[in-house]
């Protein structure tokens, strides 16, 4: 498949999820070892917490699908979603949860530069190959204010010899669906997603929630200090001198 295919699918996917989708999650939720939805709601919780929110200010939620994550956000906030699904969105207008929704994606966000305090995404970063993620840090920097910080919630595993282990993990359980989730679904590599993300200027922080789920903060603190600036002034000293 190629990329529009696999997008098309993605799309298509949700959109006949989004009727139901918050009920089966909720339940998902309450059933033993469902990894896939173990801690959901906390990881949520987490990302708001880790986010740093305050009142008057931008907040951006890319692949917002339902809002579960905007029950929980105050209305001081201004928040703004994005997604490729609009059926999943239609969910949220029926919540009358004070939202301005878009359709828009991780590489494509329809707003201008440097209008979000902070960025969170939670449960959808899996859906895109390596190179879109590598893409969305550009993306996502370009609406970020200085100082904003980008919020990621989602599967993960440390490196590739951890992704072995939780394979080996799964394989010992038997659970031959988390294998193939694995399979289908691109998990983030934190080790190598951190290096893009401190490439870009970002300083970065990550924890672990539950077994497949992590959290991965970067904060766009070096953001008057762009590393091209820099290296200009090593340039400038070293000859001058
Ligand atoms: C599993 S749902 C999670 C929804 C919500 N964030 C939550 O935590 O309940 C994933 C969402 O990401 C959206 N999505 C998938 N790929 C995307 C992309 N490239 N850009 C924006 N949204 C995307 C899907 O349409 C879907 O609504």
């Known amino acids: ?41 906390d990881v949520h919780k987490e990302v708001l917490r880790m986010a740093d929110l ?10 917002i699908g339902t809002g579960l994550l905007e029950e929980m956000i105050s209305e ?5 979603g994005i997604d490729i699904s609009e059926k999943m969105m239609e969910k949220i207008k029926q919540k009358n949860l004070k939202v301005e929704l878009s ?3 991780f590489n494509k ?8 305090n902070s960025i969170v995404s ?24 200085n100082k904003g910080r980008i919020v990621i919630g989602d599967f993960m595993y440390l490196n590739e010899s ?5 394979i080996e993990k799964f394989q010992h359980g038997g659970r031959a669906d988390m294998i193939k989730e694995m ?24 924890k672990q929630l539950s077994t497949i789920s992590w959290i991965m903060k970067a904060n766009n603190s070096r953001a008057d200090n762009p590393s091209s600036d820099l290296k200009e002034k090593v340039y400038d000293l070293g000859y001058k001198n």
């Open 109 to 116: 966000i329809p707003y201008e530069d440097k209008r979000f």
């Open 183 to 206: 399979e289908d679904e691109n998990f983030t590599n934190i080790d190598s997603f951190r290096k893009i993300l401190e490439e870009s200027g970002f300083d970065v922080e990550y």
């Open 1 to 41: 498949m190629d990329k529009d295919q696999v997008k098309t699918k993605i799309i298509s996917c949700h959109n006949d999820q989004a009727e139901d989708y918050d009920e089966r999650v909720i339940k998902d939720c309450k059933k033993p070892n469902n990894f896939i939805r173990e801690k959901y709601f």
């Open 162 to 166: 951890r992704k072995k282990d939780l």
């Open 76 to 80: 001081e906030i201004n928040v703004y």
């Open 122 to 145: 939670c449960f959808a970063f899996h859906h895109l190959s390596d190179k879109e993620k590598e893409d969305s840090v550009l993306e996502m920097k370009r609406v970020l204010k």
């Open 103 to 105: 359709k828009g994606s």
């Open 54 to 63: 305050k009142a008057g200010e931008n907040l951006l939620d890319i692949g």
